[in-house]
């Protein structure tokens, strides 16, 4: 039987958090002074792992059942159900209380990756799928596919694609326990870097035009927020303040000005 399950996005897999209310009794760190597991079919090995990894510690009640899910599904457990902990002691009132936790887990089958494959791909045919950590037959890895989904975010905008999305699509076979991930992408158009602006006059005109020059070497060329970065860095002598703090000078000079039309991006310097 194979089970279509949509554009799943992958909260099964304990890759998005939950949704609780910020201020909710959930989102409040507690000491889990004892854990107990409630399951019909887990093994006791891994019952006692689960257990060793978070007795003890401190959590709210939101992240130790992401925390838990996300373990699973680390170890082929890609459709495992983890219900939202229950209390056997009072609420929680403040941080760091004290409590005793029971959670109900149904871990299922493990599953393996039959494949991986992509839709709507133009601009890097070749490199898509070696962006995830994991081959055709591994057993399904939650965290593999998420390095592989942040890696296909990172290829895309070093090249431009500013608007880029993706969306995983994941197809059960509950008979052979695999599954099929197709991603369905949404490149965008390709953004390129524009003009070097200045939001006010450079006190030292020399530096200003040293940076319109420098400003040559990646005008035209993808937009790439990494080579801004390195950019202002190699620049950083003409940016009063950004040699102290390089990792933060983009944030602290830069607005990008991006055109839909010209697919350009120009980069206005706000100088103190």
Known sequence: MRNATGFLLFASFGIVALAQSPNGPYNIPAQIRTLTIVSSDMSSELRQNIVRA?????????????????????????????????????????????????????????????????ERRNAFQDELRRQFPVANGDVFKATAIEEGLNNLRDLYASHGY????????????????????????????????????????????????KLRRSWNSIEGKPYDYHLLEKWIRVN?????????????????????????????????????
């Open 162 to 209: 500013i608007n880029f999305g993706a969306v995983p699509n994941v197809q059960f076979d509950d008979v052979q326990h695999t599954l099929a991930l197709t991603i369905v992408l949404d490149e965008g158009a390709q953004y390129y870097f524009g003009r070097l602006l200045f939001h006010r006059a450079h006190p030292d005109q020399p530096a200003m035009s």
């Open 54 to 118: 978070f007795q003890s510690k401190t959590y709210s009640l939101e992240e130790l059942q992401a925390r838990i899910r996300r373990g699973l599904g680390d170890i082929g457990f890609a459709k495992a159900s983890v219900e939202i902990p229950g209390l056997a002691t009072m609420p929680i009132h403040s941080a760091g209380q004290p409590v005793d936790v029971t959670v109900r887990v149904s871990v299922g089958a493990i599953y393996q990756i039959s494949e991986i494959q992509f």
């Open 236 to 272: 950083s002598v003409s940016l009063p303040g950004a040699a102290k703090a390089p990792d933060k000078a983009v944030e602290r000079y830069v607005t990008a000005h991006q055109s839909d039309e010209t697919h350009r991006v120009d980069i206005e310097l706000r100088l103190p």
